[in-house]
C-alpha cells in the first residue's frame, strides 16, 4: 500500500490531474493544503482522499484512481485488514468500558472507511510551514500508519509531545465521534 501510493504521488502532473479537486464534496479526490495560511505559516501536504465501502464494490474501485495500475488492489487489500483492527480496537474498548461488544457495530461504525494518504512534498522553507494544523479527528476511530515522516504530535495535559514513528505500527486516534458516545453512555 505505501509503495503504491509512494509511486501515486511520483506520477506526472499530468496523470494526477484528472483526479484533482477542492471540492470538499467529492469523496474521492487529490488535493492540496499549500495554498491555506495561518500567522504567517503554510499547511504543506498533498492528500489522496479515497472513500472505500466495505466491501469495496465495482462502483467504488472505478473511482479510485487508475494509476498505478496496482494501486486499486493494494487500496482493497489494506482497508479489509486495517477495517477489522479497528473494529477489535473498539470491540475491546466496549469490554473496558462495560459496554455490550458490539455497541459500536451497525450504523455508526458503518459506512466508508476513508483513507486519507498525506504526502509532504519537499518544502523550500520548512521553518514556515505545517503539515496539517492542531486538530481533532471527528469520527469514531483513526488508524494512523505514519511512516518514515517524523512530525505528529498529540496534545497531552497542555503539552505537545512528539510521536516517533514506529514502522510497521499504526497510531489510534479516537475521534469526537467515540468522545460523545462514551460521554453519553459512561459518567467520567
Known amino acids: 500500500m505505501e509503495a503504491c501510493c509512494e509511486e501515486f504521488f511520483r506520477l506526472s502532473p499530468a496523470d494526477k490531474a484528472a483526479f484533482y479537486s477542492e471540492d470538499a464534496d467529492r469523496p474521492n479526490r487529490l488535493f492540496s493544503s499549500t495554498t491555506y495560511g495561518t500567522g504567517g505559516e503554510r499547511y504543506w501536504r498533498d492528500c489522496l482522499r479515497l472513500a472505500c465501502p466495505f466491501p469495496a464494490d465495482d462502483a467504488a474501485r472505478d473511482a479510485w484512481p ?4 496496482r494501486l486499486r488492489s493494494a487500496v482493497e487489500a489494506f482497508v479489509a485488514p486495517a477495517r477489522g483492527v479497528g473494529m477489535e480496537l473498539l470491540r475491546l474498548l466496549c469490554e ?3 459496554l455490550r461488544p458490539d455497541y459500536f457495530d451497525g450504523a455508526l ?11 509532504y512534498p519537499p518544502c523550500p522553507d520548512p521553518e514556515r510551514a505545517l503539515g496539517l494544523p492542531p486538530h481533532c479527528d471527528r469520527n469514531l476511530i483513526t488508524l494512523l500508519l505514519q511512516g ?11 503539552d505537545w509531545i512528539r510521536v516517533q514513528p514506529v514502522p510497521g505500527a499504526f497510531v489510534v486516534n479516537f475521534g469526537h465521534q467515540l468522545e460523545v458516545q462514551a460521554a453519553t453512555r459512561c459518567q467520567w
Open 148 to 158: 518514515g515522516v517524523p512530525g505528529l504530535q498529540v496534545s497531552y495535559r497542555g
Open 96 to 98: 473496558g468500558m462495560g
Open 66 to 69: 487508475d494509476k498505478p495500475g
Open 109 to 119: 461504525s458503518g459506512g466508508d472507511v476513508v483513507v486519507n494518504v498525506n504526502h
